[in-house]
């Protein structure tokens, strides 16, 4: 059974400050690792996917690694703003099935201004 | 964009009520979710359609049931409501294939059951 992990599950940073979160999964069989922002009380909004065969993903300050042997992913971001404040998750799809996708239960990010 | 509609933000329902959350969404898209999302334990699968009138279940199915008539709705059905179905509960679809699409997830629906 695949499980998600991410940790810490709470990090404070001062604005400006350039920071990693970390996302690990059990089975490295997946098809694709995709990670979300939650704002509090909201859905959530897709920020990047990585494919199976891809190593990295950029969209404007946040760039996301997979290292699916070591089933690790992290998500960057740079000089980070009081507006990225929000729960961030990673969700793995795995192969087989019905393609399952299994969600860690996410880092909330505070920026302090 | 895709959009993802769930049309209850906020419900409070009594014990025992048969509640209806409904979810459209404009994509065409093969694949619809219902997870459920609790403090401390993230998101659970509770149902997956992969096509018309098609579903599997989830983690969690018990005491949900689930309909999709047209591809672009997806019903979620809580046949008599219980305190513990208090929860935000979220929506989701996917285009089918190729397998590396994105989720994309409604606002929610927050349901309180007294």
């Known amino acids: ?113 | 964009d895709v959009k993802v509609t769930q049309s209850s933000r906020y419900l409070v329902k009594r014990t025992g009520e048969k509640v209806f959350l409904e979810c459209v969404q404009d994509m065409d898209h093969e694949n619809m979710f219902w997870y459920r999302q609790d403090p401390g334990l993230g998101l659970r699968l509770i149902y997956f359609s992969y096509d018309v009138k098609m579903k599997e279940k989830g983690d969690i199915p018990e005491g949900y049931s689930v309909s999709r008539e047209k591809k672009e709705r997806f019903s979620l059905i809580l046949e008599s409501a219980s305190t513990n179905q208090t929860s935000m509960y979220l929506c989701a679809s996917r285009r089918g294939d190729p397998p590396g699409n994105t989720i994309y997830f409604g606002e929610g629906s927050w349901l309180t059951v007294v």
Not at chain 1, 41 to 60: A, D, M, N, V, Y
Not at chain 1, 92 to 110: A, E, P
């Open chain 1, 1 to 113: 059974k695949q499980e998600v992990t991410q940790i810490p599950a709470a990090l404070s940073v001062p604005e400006g400050e350039n920071l990693v979160l970390n996302c690990s999964f059990t089975d490295s069989a997946i098809y694709n690792l995709q990670w979300f922002r939650q704002d509090p009380g909201k859905g959530l909004t897709s920020l990047l996917l990585i494919q199976s065969s891809q190593r990295e993903q950029t969209s404007g300050r946040l760039n996301a690694s997979l290292d699916k042997s070591s089933g690790r992913s992290t998500l960057y971001i740079a000089a980070s703003q009081p507006g990225d404040s929000a729960t961030y998750l990673c969700a793995v799809r795995n192969s087989g099935g019905y393609q399952k996708v299994t969600f860690g239960t996410g880092t909330k990010l505070q920026v302090i201004p």
